[in-house]
């Protein structure tokens, strides 16, 4: 496993920015002041892509996860919402019933639909009737190659109908997730960051395994 360094300028978007995408958001911020973690905000139209594509086939499937980073003080620290709105389905890769490899071509097909506000937040894939669970090997993919405290992982058994989300360097488990509508685009004068911090990411990954022991 390989990781090539990029710094493309993908920018955090401020707290205040989420509120002309989503209304209703102070709803999620208290939930994520009532526990702790991040509220991950799903965009039905990515969550069925994801569920459509999982579905498809008996050996595990994946894929990366594009979406938008609201963060205080705009630092990656900082991640308070993550919200996804894309699903890049992995074509080529290699997968059994307890095993995946996903090959580089994933994250230049996720770059070249990247929004201007947009970056691969985290990852999905599945576990055909093992249940909805990080196994090691997806905690140690998790703490490589999505560190951040945006990152997020998604498993799900489409046979027994289960999923479950992750977060961060720990995997730790998120506040809350919210399956909604995709966001009418606000006017750019709205939309424009505040932020002055850029993040780095990794973006070009030779190929990683995800195994279940």
């Not at 707290?15 to 994520?32: C, F, K, N, T």
């Not at 947009?118 to 999905?124: A, Q, R």
């Not at 809350?176 to 606000?186: D, F, K, L, S």
């Not at 750019?188 to 395994?209: A, H």
């Amino acid at each position: 496993m390989r990781w090539t360094e990029q710094a493309p300028a993908l920018a955090l978007q401020p707290l205040a920015a989420l509120a002309a995408r989503l209304p209703g958001i102070d709803e999620l911020l208290r939930a994520r002041e009532a526990a702790d973690g991040l509220v991950i905000v799903v965009d039905e139209a990515a969550a069925d892509a994801v569920l459509h594509h999982l579905a498809a086939r008996g050996e595990e499937q994946g894929g990366l996860l594009l979406g938008e980073v609201y963060a205080e003080d705009c630092a990656a620290h900082g991640s308070r919402v993550v919200h996804v709105t894309q699903a890049v389905a992995a074509t080529d890769f290699a997968g059994t019933g307890v095993s995946l490899r996903m090959e580089s071509g994933v994250w230049e097909a996720a770059r070249a639909r990247l929004g201007p506000d947009e970056l691969v937040v985290g990852w999905y894939h599945s576990h055909p009737g093992l249940g909805a669970f990080f196994s090691h090997t997806d905690r140690r993919t998790q703490r490589a190659f999505f560190p951040h405290a945006y990152s997020v992982g998604w498993v799900v058994d489409p046979l027994g109908g289960e999923s479950a989300w992750f977060t961060g360097l720990e995997s730790a488990p998120p506040a809350r997730v919210v399956r909604t509508p995709p966001a009418p685009r606000a006017p750019s004068s709205v939309l424009t960051s505040n932020c002055n911090e850029m993040t780095s990411q990794f973006l070009d990954l030779t190929g990683y395994w995800s195994e279940h022991q």
